[in-house]
């Protein structure tokens, strides 16, 4: 009999390597920088030499989604065109960086660790309870375009397992209620204190602290004091 130790769900997409024309992203897709990004584009191609302008590729697409939530292919040609590098070259990136997001993703983007600490803590159950409070599947949009979900590995936050991402808010050590709340201040209009929801300082022990419970010695404590102090010893006389 085959014992089951995952209830994760297999997901097989083709959204990391290839794109295929829509509604909303093609070529001719509008997208132009605000001039305040543009300036801030700029300014940050300047800091490297004449010719290694493609050094500021990573930072571009970032501008282009945080200005409108995801990056169309019509925003990869213009940072292709700003930075003077082949398209292909920002193709690469954009494919290859899951923090791009190729398509839009609802006004929240709600990512669930589903890495092995978070899963041994309860992923599962966690992104079961972010489907049913968002009425959004893994990979969709909610009804609204409010919420999109999605699972990724390892967030950097072990110690804090289990983990939800919303947009660049870190929400750790979270439980079933927690996400509940968490979503349902989302949509009425307010930011869910970010950070650990059980209550601990950042990655300190959940059973308390074991060690470093007192304060540390002041600087030379505890070594042997100078055996003499009038200065250097004379040599002997024979």
Known sequence: MLRQFSSSKSLRSEELYVHRDSKDNHAGTPFE??????TRLCAIIQNYPVGCERSALGAALDIVQRQMGWIPISAMHRVAEILNVPRVRVYEWATFYTMCKRRYRGKFNIKVCVTTPCMLRGSDVILQAVEEATCCSVGGLSADGMFGVDTVQC??????????????????????????????????????????????FVAEPSAGLTSLLECPPPPGYGLQPALCSAGPSQPKKK
């Open 33 to 38: 920088f605000t001039e305040a990004n543009l």
């Open 155 to 200: 967030q950097g936050a072990c110690a804090n397992a289990p983990v939800v991402v919303v947009d660049d808010d870190y929400y750790e050590d979270v439980t079933v209620c927690d996400v509940y709340n968490i979503i349902q201040i989302l949509k009425c209009g307010g930011i869910p204190p970010w950070g650990p929801q059980s209550c601990r």
